[in-house]
């Protein structure tokens, strides 16, 4: 694919993602977008977020649990870029009239305290963090009915548009990151329950898996970047006047309102 293609297609999921406005698959158009170009996609929509003043501040990976995969359809692990303009502090409130059709997951997240370049393990990749938090991502894909297949999820950034992390942060060398009990609640409701086993295993795992793929691509993850490690059940829809808490045994809660 040319480099005016990718610049084309970034474009659309860039003004999409601007406009609120539904599109449909790339894919359609664009039978010869391949997983390598996908991701050139994303960077070049990514840069275009940062031709606007935005900053990279960490990655995400996406479809790392069943629970995921069968909700969307697609069966492989993905990464996404998260910038400056996505994160939402804990407790804090979302404008559902910014989003198209928002949905939220609960996930583990993590601070890294160092550069970390693949190939490596789970263990290797946990030197490399400075901290774990609870977590919940909004996802607002910019396809119709939220349905893409793995090229178009990629180029689309990995529906990333905004994440919350809890005010808590805790070293990851205490915890068995692997058996984290976690509860997501909708207005005081319980709406789904999980473990961070869900996670690819382990978030840890998420974590190596995400430098892995990274360095197939000649990329790294830096130093006091925050990695979203995959949400651990389906995504639920949000509606304004939604208050969504997840809470993590042992590493804490996070918690997002949503307003018109
Ligand atoms: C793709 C993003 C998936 C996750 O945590 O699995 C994701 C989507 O479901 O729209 O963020
Ligand atoms: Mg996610």
Request: glycine share 8%; proline share 4%.
């Amino acid at each position: 694919m040319t480099n005016d293609r990718i610049q084309q297609l970034a474009e659309i999921v860039d003004s999409a993602a601007m406009n609120l406005a539904e599109i449909g698959m790339l894919t359609a158009d664009a039978p010869d977008l391949t997983i390598d170009a996908a991701y050139e996609v994303q960077e070049a929509s990514v840069e275009r977020r940062l031709a606007r003043g935005e900053r990279v501040i960490g990655m995400k990976m996406g479809l790392t649990s069943r629970a995921k995969m069968e909700q969307m359809g697609v069966h492989e692990p993905i990464y996404g870029i998260l910038t400056s303009s996505m994160i939402v502090n804990d407790g804090a409130a979302i404008r559902i009239s910014e989003l198209c059709h928002p949905r939220i997951e609960p996930e583990v997240a993590f601070i890294l305290s160092d550069d970390l370049e693949g190939p490596v393990s789970p263990a290797q990749a946990l030197m490399a963090v400075g901290g774990v938090c609870a977590a919940l991502e909004v996802i607002d894909s910019r396809y119709r009915d939220f349905k893409f297949t793995l090229p178009d999820v990629i180029a689309d950034n990995t529906s990333a548009v905004r994440f919350v992390l809890g005010s808590a942060v805790t070293a990851a060398d205490w915890l068995n990151l692997g058996n984290l009990g976690m509860v997501m609640e909708v207005n005081g409701a319980i709406v789904e329950t999980g473990s961070s086993s869900a996670i690819y295993d382990n978030p840890a795992r998420s974590l190596a898996e995400l430098a892995n793929m990274l360095a197939r691509r000649g990329r790294k993850l830096h130093a006091g970047q925050i990695v979203l490690s995959g949400g651990a059940t389906a995504a639920i829809p949000l509606k304004a006047g939604d208050r969504v808490r997840v809470e993590i045994d042992e590493i804490g809660s996070a918690e997002i309102r949503v307003i018109p």
